[in-house]
């Protein structure tokens, strides 16, 4: 299980904590900039609750796949992705995905 270590970086505190190996390697998650020691423990202890829980809330829903797909196309690349992007991804998912998805 991983734990948060703080250090001194100048006169500001840094915390580490360990993240999942990526092909074998060890990864890590540091931030500084803290005024304080408690400060930097407190929001690295935070940021480590958060990424142990990254992916694991799903609420399921009854939603279908292509219907999902016009969801994220509206909900997220209208809004993160340029005209172009979103373009071709709407391209991909009608003439490639849902069909494919219909077929099954």
Not at 12 to 26: H, I, L, M, P, S
Not at 32 to 40: D, I, L, R
Request: aromatic letters at 14%.
């Amino acid at each position: 299980m991983a734990q948060v270590s703080v250090r001194k970086r100048g006169n500001k505190w840094q915390y580490t904590f360990e993240k999942a190996k990526v092909d074998g390697k060890r990864q890590f998650a540091n931030k500084s900039g803290f005024a304080t020691k408690k400060e930097a423990l407190e929001e690295g202890t935070k940021a480590l609750a958060e990424y142990n829980n990254a992916g694991l809330h799903f609420t399921p829903s009854e939603i279908s796949v292509a219907d999902y797909f016009d969801y994220w196309i509206e909900e997220y690349c209208v809004i993160n992705v340029r005209y172009s992007t979103k373009q071709a991804y709407e391209n991909i998912i009608k003439n490639h995905l849902k069909p494919r998805i219909r077929t099954l």
